[in-house]
């Protein structure tokens, strides 16, 4: 089983990339290049984000961090606010 840092370090680059995803359907999206339901698509990718963005939140919760932002920032950069 990974160590809490481990999974946190885990938690914090799914949670990156779930974000780089949304900016890049958002650009598809604005620019016209988008497939079908692509708008549709972008609400799951968001969704999704919440849900990995509330798992890491409880894990640096469980950590003792003095906050999601603050301890997120510390274990990677992310490139949205939270």
Do not use: C, W
């Not at 650009?27 to 016209?32: D, E, F, L, V, Y």
């Not at 894990?59 to 906050?67: F, Q, T, V, Y």
């Amino acid at each position: 089983m990974p160590s809490l840092h481990e999974m946190i370090a885990r938690a914090t680059r799914d949670v990156a990339e779930g974000r780089r995803i949304i900016a890049e359907q958002q650009k598809r999206i604005a620019g016209g290049t988008a497939v079908p339901n692509a708008e549709d698509l972008l609400r799951v990718f968001e969704r999704s984000v919440e849900i990995m963005e509330a798992h890491l939140d409880l894990l640096l919760i469980e950590r003792g961090s003095s906050g999601p932002t603050e301890a997120a920032g510390q274990e990677a950069q992310l490139p949205f606010g939270r």
